[in-house]
T-cell receptor, first 115, second 111 residues
Framework: DVKVTQSSRYLVKRTGEKVFLECVQDMDHENMFWYRQDPGLGLRLIYFSYDVKMKEKGDIPEGYSVSREKKERFSLILESASTNQTSMYLC??????????????FGPGTRLTVT | GDSVTQMEGPVTLSEEAFLTINCTYTATGYPSLFWYVQYPGEGLQLLLKATKADDKGSNKGFEATYRKETTSFHLEKGSVQVSDSAVYFCALGGSNYKLTFGKGTLLTVNP
């Protein structure tokens, strides 16, 4: 089974702190994604990566950055956390194979609270 | 751009009732369509998919048919169980391997 793990299930940080959210997948997938999930808004794509050291902005990249130094690991960075970044963060991965491009496998999520 | 609209919840049903969750989409080209499910405290899981018009996706008793003429992909199940209680997301696969999600529909099934 594909496994996508996220470093923390719950995280509490203070305004202005630099925050790192880590995601690791064990299935050698090329594509990795970071979403945030908010009530009434569904899932919104923050950043994605289709290869090591490659990244592309999603729909809401402001206030975030990402790092992908190894194929299995994709990190989301909040440079200076703010209260409006309190949310559930979901990581996903998918293989680069025709017919499976959109079958994303999700981690359990990190619920981040910024106070 | 691409967008997905699904019926707002919450939806509350009794066990063995019939379920329909409506989903319509706007997209250019010929997108793939998906239903994902999120059980309490977990990430999303792919429930079913359809990649071209008139395809029917099915899994665990759930079904959805890709209707190009009505740009719809409604989720149905003939007899729901308590264990089906979850949030259901309709999604569209567009360009650059990205998924566009609907806002989600919370389903609660009571015994």
């Amino acid at each position: 089974d594909v496994k996508v793990t996220q470093s923390s299930r719950y995280l509490v940080k203070r305004t202005g702190e630099k925050v790192f959210l880590e995601c690791v997948q064990d299935m050698d997938h090329e594509n990795m994604f970071w979403y945030r999930q908010d009530p009434g808004l569904g899932l919104r794509l923050i950043y994605f990566s289709y290869d090591v050291k490659m990244k592309e902005k999603g729909d809401i990249p402001e206030g975030y950055s990402v790092s992908r130094e190894k194929k299995e690991r994709f990190s989301l960075i909040l440079e200076s956390a703010s209260t409006n970044q309190t949310s559930m963060y979901l990581c996903a991965s998918s293989p680069f194979r025709a017919g499976n491009l959109y079958e994303q496998y999700f981690g359990p999520g990190t619920r981040l609270t910024v106070t | 751009g691409d967008s997905v609209t699904q019926m707002e919840g919450p939806v509350t049903l009794s066990e063995e009732a019939f379920l329909t969750i409506n989903c319509t989409y706007t997209a250019t080209g010929y997108p793939s369509l998906f239903w994902y499910v999120q059980y309490p405290g977990e990430g999303l899981q792919l429930l079913l998919k359809a990649t071209k018009a008139d395809d029917k996706g099915s899994n665990k008793g759930f079904e959805a048919t890709y209707r190009k003429e009505t740009t719809s992909f409604h989720l149905e199940k003939g007899s729901v169980q308590v264990s089906d209680s979850a949030v259901y997301f309709c999604a569209l696969g567009g360009s650059n391997y990205k998924l566009t999600f609907g806002k989600g529909t919370l389903l609660t099934v009571n015994p």
